[in-house]
């Protein structure tokens, strides 16, 4: 007996993927070897045995370590192509793709080589792989505002490559009100605000984003459901909110994929996506989220293409372009 051929994945927009978090062992060996960078690990078994998270910070530790094997353009354009490869494989049409500029200015590596690197894989994603791009250009929340005030301003001569300023890495004791004034600077230069907040922070820092950043997404978001209130304005205002459902748990934001709040979220009127976060760490590119709240969840497929339809409507699209998608 044959095994039944796989259900073609449903085809979705990706908005919350960290590029530097698609760095998969064999690729992360690959390049070490290439650039003559000692990993302290023995071998790709081994990296991945460490993959075992207690909280936000145990990862960002190993996530950052881990992306000092990238150092040329080159190492940036194959992560970007290897990244496209996959999601094209797991239905992703659209992807609008997170870096963190300061980890690599601070290793050395200038904001200019990260930028072009990507962008030259993003430049052939529309022919490649059939998939249209946007780059989101993050801020580390642990490092101070003046920082990232600097790195806006380093990346000024490329700033037509990028569509969206986002913030992220360690949230509790970083709230957004630390970044007014460089999102400010990034919408006068006509880009979009997102913003990672009510992962493992509290609801007032959701409230923040919206009301002092001015985002057009918060990423992630869960957290929103301890505040009636929040989750009324975020329902009025229909705020995309970026779900990473195998992120949540292996992050341990819940326990269970069974206890994640997706479905609730749902029927709350949120308009909630589902995305993969960091997919080499945590399991499962986006189609591979899609299944697993599909069984866990018992997501019916109205549910799932409510999903989908929900990423290309938050989506830094053309009217024109998101109609093609929906
Ligand atoms: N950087 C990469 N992944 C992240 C996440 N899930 N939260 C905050 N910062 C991140
Ligand atoms: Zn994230």
Redesign the pocket.
């Known amino acids: 007996g044959g095994c039944a051929p796989h259900a073609p994945a449903l085809p979705t927009a990706e908005l919350h993927l960290?590029i530097e978090?698609t760095l998969e062992p064999e690729l992360a060996f690959a390049l070490a070897r290439r650039n003559g960078v000692a990993l302290p690990y023995a071998s790709e078994d081994e990296l991945r045995a460490a993959y075992s998270f207690t909280d936000?910070q145990s990862f960002?530790n190993l996530?950052y370590a881990l992306m000092d094997v990238l150092r040329t353009e080159e190492d940036f354009a194959e992560l970007a192509h290897a990244y496209l490869a996959r999601a094209r494989a797991q239905g992703v049409r659209h992807a609008e793709i997170f870096f963190d500029p300061q980890a690599h200015v601070a290793r050395g590596v200038p904001i200019g080589t990260v930028i072009d690197g990507l962008a030259r894989a993003l430049d052939q994603a529309p022919e490649a792989y059939g998939i249209t791009t946007r780059l989101i250009m993050c801020f580390l929340r642990d490092e101070s505002a003046e920082s990232a005030l600097a790195t806006f301003e380093a990346a000024r001569p490329w700033l037509g490559r990028i569509t969206a300023v986002g913030l992220?890495?360690a949230?509790v004791g970083n709230p957004p009100s630390k970044f007014r004034e460089v999102f400010e600077r990034a919408r006068a230069a006509g880009l979009k605000c997102v913003a990672?907040a009510g992962?493992e922070g509290p609801p007032g820092y959701v409230w923040e984003a919206l009301d002092i950043l001015g985002v057009d997404r918060i990423d992630?978001g869960v957290r929103c459901l301890e505040d009636e209130a929040l989750v009324a304005r975020l329902v009025a205002d229909q705020v995309p909110l970026t779900v990473?459902p195998l992120?949540n748990v292996r992050?341990r934001v819940y326990e269970d994929l069974a206890d994640h709040p997706l479905p609730a979220m749902l029927a709350a009127g949120l308009r909630v996506c589902v995305n993969s976060?960091?997919p080499a760490y945590f399991g499962g590119y986006v189609g591979d989220n899609y299944t697993a709240v599909r069984d866990a969840l018992g997501l019916d497929p109205t549910a799932l293409r409510t999903l989908a339809r929900n990423s290309f409507l938050a989506a830094f699209l053309d009217e024109e372009t998101r109609a093609g998608y929906l």
């Open positions: 960290h978090g936000l960002l996530y992220d890495s949230e990672h992962e992630h990473c992120s992050l976060d960091d």
